[in-house]
């Protein structure tokens, strides 16, 4: 059965306990509903002495204004009785044999409601609380949640995927909606090293919905609101990050692109994913691109490996041939990207919140895929550039966004297009002109 009650403390101060002289003290910090959360412990030096994960615990969502002096007592007991009182086989005035007297006095006069005892010949700790009834005053147990000073938050992974060479690496992610804030935290997750963060906005409540940030985070940028998530899991990521409009200032992320080693794109414009896929095109950095439209309904994700296999325009080239991409210039500026699949389609990106992390965790493995693709110490081999994924069953669509069966996926190779204006047979002529001064002629001749 569920614990009752709930105590957040630092593994140190619970091996100072167990090693200091005294055998009891005070342990202060804050409660809220049925958390406690110890700041620091009486460990008989005249001071309240505080530890590492105490920082952890003063930055808990409940701790704001709940605060308390002596929240509770530890003391340090003999073997045996933990076990008595986890099998609910405790009243109050048994604890008379296993407790200090003064304590057992103190406790009696100030109606202390928390005990925490930590055994002295075992490992064992555990909160206790006390509850009146049918006029007897019972001793509980409750549940304690012992932090780590330096966690490790990749204990469950170590062994399966190769954490000391992810630590080295850098990636780029452009867009921090629903689906580039999920790809964020998992590639964290993973152990990657360095991510780079672009995106110019802001948190509104919309964003709440799908959002891996929550109401906390309203109004602030999505750089450093995605940042702050990431760090309150304990990960380790190095987070650099830019809110600078990669189409005012494209040589943000070209010196972003340079050091990395993948890109990737989650942006819901084709504006800037062109943008991003003619700078790693150029600088010969593997991209992967991401979105997902027909309300959700159906994700692409598109791998770029430069100068090898298609970039981003010689898939929409490909697509438009297999009269797949349907596009609506009277609708919108520019080109649209693929979210007119259907009529009446006012290009408002909806759809569920469990699709979108679906799309969105496919694309973080495949960028884990691409870096690392060593099938028995990677992530596993991908021998294809794109996929398409279906939430529904749909046969209406033209391949690859034909579904038979719901979660179906579709993997498509598609070959570097001889028209292509990025990597076709313009590839030499634009290798080495100037990101700023070409963009808008090739945007040009991509709505032509």
């Not at 990960?235 to 943000?252: A, G, H, R, W």
């Not at 070959?415 to 290798?431: D, Q, T, V, Y």
């Amino acid at each position: 059965m569920a614990s009752w009650y709930c105590m957040l403390i630092g593994e140190e101060l619970i091996d100072k306990m167990r090693k200091c002289d005294i055998s009891w003290g005070y342990i202060d910090g804050f409660i809220k509903g049925d958390v406690l959360g110890a700041f620091s412990v009486d460990l008989g030096t005249g001071d309240m002495e505080p530890c590492l994960a105490s920082l952890k615990v003063s930055k808990h969502r409940l701790c704001n204004n709940n605060y308390k002096d002596k929240l509770a007592y530890w003391v340090k007991v003999k073997k045996g009785l933990i076990k008595k009182i986890k099998n609910w086989d405790m009243l109050f005035e048994e604890l008379t044999q296993w407790l200090p007297e003064d304590l057992f006095e103190m406790i009696q006069e100030s109606k202390a409601e928390y005990l925490l005892f930590v055994e002295e010949d075992s490992k064992e700790i555990l909160l206790a609380f006390f509850l009146e009834l049918k006029g007897k005053k019972l001793i509980l147990p409750g549940e304690v949640q012992a932090l780590e000073e330096k966690p490790n938050p990749f204990k469950r992974i170590d062994g399966l995927v190769p954490l000391e060479e992810m630590k080295e690496k850098s990636i780029v992610i452009v867009g921090l909606g629903s689906g580039g804030s999920s790809i964020a935290m998992e590639l964290a997750a993973a152990g990657v090293g360095t991510l780079h963060l672009f995106d110019k906005d802001r948190l509104n409540s919309v964003n709440l919905f799908r959002h891996i940030c929550g109401v906390r985070d309203l109004g602030r940028k999505k750089i450093d609101a995605v940042e702050d998530v990431i760090k309150e899991h304990s990960l380790p990521t190095s987070i650099k990050k830019c809110e600078n409009d990669i189409m005012s200032y494209p040589e943000k992320l070209v010196e972003a692109v340079q050091c990395s080693d993948i890109v990737i794109c989650a942006t819901d414009n084709p504006e800037s994913r062109a943008m991003v896929n003619y700078i790693c095109v150029k600088f010969s950095k593997p991209l992967i691109l991401v979105c997902t439209f027909d309300n959700a309904k159906i994700g692409e994700i598109i791998r770029v490996t430069p100068n090898k296999a298609a970039c981003y325009e010689c898939t929409r080239i490909h697509l438009k041939e297999q009269g797949a991409l349907i596009e609506d210039n009277d609708t919108r500026e520019g080109i649209l990207p693929y979210s007119s699949q259907v009529e009446n389609s006012n290009g408002n990106s909806r759809g569920t919140r469990t699709d979108v992390f679906i799309v969105a965790a496919m694309a973080a493995k495949v960028a884990l895929m691409t870096i690392k693709d060593d099938p028995d110490n990677g992530f596993g081999k991908l021998p294809y550039n794109y996929i398409a994924w279906g939430a529904v069953r749909n046969i209406e669509f033209i391949e690859p966004y034909k579904f038979r069966q719901p979660f179906g996926t579709n993997y498509c190779n598609y070959n570097i297009h001889p028209e292509c204006p990025i990597c076709g047979s313009l590839a030499e002529e634009i290798r080495n002109i100037n990101i700023e001064d070409k963009y808008n002629e090739i945007i040009q001749k991509l709505s032509v």
